[in-house]
């Protein structure tokens, strides 16, 4: 299970792969997006991992780290929303359905980073060539 977990991590490479080489507007937003749908099953992958000697401690540790953060949000809203109940081991079907609340939860967080940020270098790039145009035609 945790193979294909990991396997996941293609989805936000494949995306800046296809971005920077479409030259698509909103980038950002859509790295984003696909790094968030994918962030709390790989890290929760990267858990499992362990088992491996070295690099394997190394990718655990990262896991636990980012699963700390990213994990954690949807188990208590799911525990709030009354989706899960308090106190009683986690089955498959609730894993499973944290997962996904999380890859929707953080697909939205980090699509609207990404978005900000295409927005700052959209700006940044009509301030340059106004600045440029400017300069240039009174020279």
Not at 72 to 89: F, H, K, M, V
Not at 95 to 106: A, E, H, K, R, Y
Request: charged residues 10%.
């Amino acid at each position: 299970m945790s193979q294909w977990l990991i396997f996941l991590a293609i989805l936000p490479l494949s995306c800046h792969y296809l971005t920077k080489n479409r030259h698509i507007k909103k980038r950002f937003m859509w790295n984003g997006i696909a790094f968030g749908m994918v962030v709390a099953p790989v890290s929760f992958g990267l858990i499992q991992m362990t088992y491996i000697p070295l690099v394997g401690k190394l990718l655990g540790l990262v896991g636990v780290l980012v699963n700390l953060t990213h994990g954690s949000i949807g188990y208590i809203s799911l525990l709030w929303s009354g989706t899960i109940e308090p106190n009683t081991a986690i089955t498959a079907a609730e894993l499973v359905m944290i997962n996904i609340f999380n890859g929707f939860l953080f697909a939205y967080i980090y699509g609207l980073i990404g978005y900000a940020v295409d927005r700052k270098m959209a700006k940044d790039e009509e301030n340059i060539s106004v600045l440029g145009t400017s300069l240039h035609s009174a020279t």
